[in-house]
């Protein structure tokens, strides 16, 4: 993409409404901009991220044997009657009555309508387990949205729900949750930590989330060490050998990890003194078992292999896909800018010409761009008639991984500088040498 | 995917509330499930062939040089009063009070939206011409939603807006528009016509629909025989080539081609006789350009190379992606179900087995599975314990456009069957040219 064609609207001055990093550096690389409070356009930047999390996300739930499927944003209000929790969500559910005075609502969540298509067409253990998951916009109508795309009110959000006939299944679909999302955050370049959790309005009794540290996190963390210390790495994951799904779950949650909401200090002091810490963290996920709930009061029922009918086992598993942006920001930045993890970088490279104008700068980038694209890299390319200290500004603002500088007195020379923006670290690459280094520097 | 782990609520019974092809077949395939009035549930099945349009869509517009954004679905009533709208769409606009009393609306379009952002950001020629685009979530309270997702109230569109600097530019916006739209519509398999439009509520003095002919379309539409002997076919388009880009729309809006809403008859009858034709249509997307409608009343100027300030011209130009999904049903179908077009069929090819539980013909099922799938394509397996003749039926109804089929008889000779959906051609294949032979055929 050639930047004079493209749209990346920078804000040279810091907005006053913005409080923390992740939303004043969306603000101020062009990512976002806001129409209402809590309420967003994504800007072409801002996209191409939310896009690249949107599609880890897919992938991992499909790799775990989650079936996508796509409810709407409106819902009729009657199946919210039907589980009793028209009333509980209170005003921060956003109600409307639609032309004829029929109540509808903004989804804030969707238990009540996956449960409705479940049981519409589900009534046999035969065609269990089933989880069903989707990716769709949610509103809720909080009374101060703040932090940007953090607490926004119209959020993007990774929603899935299993059914299983026992709790036995049931809590294998909690493991297979766990374990995509565990994957999930690690692709995206995220350290997460599973943290025993209240249940609130979903309701259930075993639930835990997934926090981010980061110093501007919204929940006080309590958490052994050791469990910094866990990957998944490349291990290969066997989704359908329940043993092995359930013993990694086990190490995953030995360590203490909780937030200040279920914080238990006699057990937390339990812990070596040198492994025991505190810090903030960002709530990115949650998964949920709840067993019942739904299906006892929507009759959602399946016949067993005995010819008894019982209500469905039931969970559901979030991910927030926009505030994901937000918090991916708020663990990889510095005082230039973000610094994108390359899974999500919304672009792999950018090539910096320092003299627009030059002859044999603007034929050596177009050169290099045209190499770069057709070995399949997403390239930007800064052909602003910008003055060299604006162009690497922006770029360290909007954090591209890697950046090609090519200006006339390297070219003299026949060399190019690359430079990681993550380490700052510089290279200078002879020109000779073709595309050939480049690429193997971008692939390491 | 294994049918048996998968969800494909087939219906046997023909749903009573469907009045046309697309919305019964849909049902009946499991493709969706109605959650309210005009409001659905995208299936798995369904969810598959909407993301594949949606991915076509895309790609054209990305192709024609247009910028991806996202903007919210709920919009504040603020913008709206400014372009003196607010009143203009009467109760088809959702509108929505927040819980601090404040009016908000799900955007049924988004030239309000889009062109806060362009004034918020953009005011001189130096960064036009910019076409934004999205592919968002839409609501128009429909009275009566009806025919499935081709009138529903919750609706999924490809959106674009176009910003020039004069009227000249802007045409080249539309016209970039016109063919890219019409190399989506040959990419999805379907013949859509433009024609002459009224401009209806965007406003405006120039616009074109797409009309696909089909049976149960709602528009009446004339045309000359000769504008569907016309397509883009494999020709490269440059769509920096302003003259080209136009010459090429002159052709394809030469012929007269109108539906009711500008039909004028002496017009028509000009046309020699055996040309003049008849029919009825589906819309499936719509032109405008509308100069300085918006861009006067809110204020979006640009500064002009002689540093006069002029409100910007636009356009706006949608397809709907939804309702594309009915109108390529309605436009390729049979007596036994859905055909689909392979570029947007929710699998390419289907292997039945005609014997579940007999091992070699598993065996052979399995490893055909294996190696379509390495192969690159995507794959369902009927592994069901059903009779054949259900299998048959399931797989002619939900329209993948090959079929495997695979049975202990055949094997034993060697041999299995491929099956063309669109002719139902059978070829018997020698199974010892292992998928070679079959590979060939699907690509075919």
């Excluded at 993409?1 to 990346?8: A, D, E, P, S, V």
């Excluded at 002091?269 to 998964?287: D, F, H, M």
């Amino acid at each position: 993409m050639y930047l004079t064609k493209y749209f990346l609207p920078i804000l040279k001055e810091n907005p006053a409404e913005a409080q923390i990093t992740s939303h004043r550096l969306m603000l101020r690389s062009g990512m976002i901009k806001q129409s209402s409070a809590g309420i967003y356009s994504w800007l072409p930047l801002g996209l191409k991220v939310l896009k690249k999390i949107e599609k880890i996300v897919v992938e991992e739930q499909v790799a775990a044997g989650h079936i996508p499927i796509l409810m709407p944003t409106i819902q009729p209000s009657e199946l919210w009657e039907e589980s009793g929790r028209l009333d509980d969500y209170g005003k921060e559910m956003l109600r409307i009555e639609d032309r004829h005075g029929r109540l509808m609502l903004y989804g804030p969540t969707n238990e009540e309508l996956v449960t409705d298509i479940f049981r519409s067409h589900i009534s046999s253990y035969k065609d269990l387990p089933k989880t069903f998951f989707h990716i769709q916009w949610k509103f809720r109508d909080e009374v101060r949205p703040r932090f940007g795309v953090m607490r926004g009110r119209e959020f993007f959000m990774k929603d899935g729900y299993s059914f299983d006939m026992d709790k036995d299944s049931a809590i294998h679909a909690y493991n297979r949750h766990m374990i995509s999302y565990l994957r999930t955050y690690e692709r995206l370049g995220l350290k997460a930590i599973p943290m025993q959790a209240d249940t609130g309005p979903i309701g259930g009794d075993y639930s835990h989330e997934f926090l981010v540290l980061a110093e501007t996190g919204e929940s006080q963390v309590f958490y052994d060490k050791e469990i910094t210390d866990l990957s998944l790495g490349d291990r290969n994951i066997d989704y359908s050998d329940q043993q092995a799904i359930a013993t990694i779950v086990q190490d995953f949650t030995k360590p203490y990890a909780r937030t200040d909401e279920t914080h238990e200090q006699n057990l937390f002091n339990r812990i070596p003194n040198e492994r025991r810490l505190s810090a903030r963290g960002i709530e990115v996920g949650q998964i949920f078992y709840f067993g019942t709930k739904y299906s006892k009061s929507m009759g959602a029922d399946v016949v067993l292999p005995n010819g008894d009918r019982t209500p469905v086992e039931m969970g559901s598993h979030g991910i927030g896909v926009s505030r994901l942006v937000g918090a991916l920001i708020e663990a990889n930045h510095d005082d230039l800018g973000i610094i994108w993890p390359s899974s999500v970088a919304p672009f792999d490279v950018v090539i910096i010409n320092l003299k627009q104008g030059n002859e044999e700068s603007e034929k050596a980038c177009r050169q290099l761009y045209e190499d770069l694209i057709l070995a399949g890299y997403d390239v930007l390319y800064d052909d602003r008639d910008e003055r060299v200290g604006v162009k690497f500004a922006t770029m360290d603002l909007i954090g591209i991984p890697w950046q090609i500088i090519v200006g006339p007195r390297d070219l003299a020379d026949g060399f190019l500088e690359l430079k990681c923006r993550k380490n700052g670290s510089k290279t200078r690459v002879p020109l000779t040498e073709g595309s050939r280094q480049l690429l193997s520097a971008l692939n390491s």
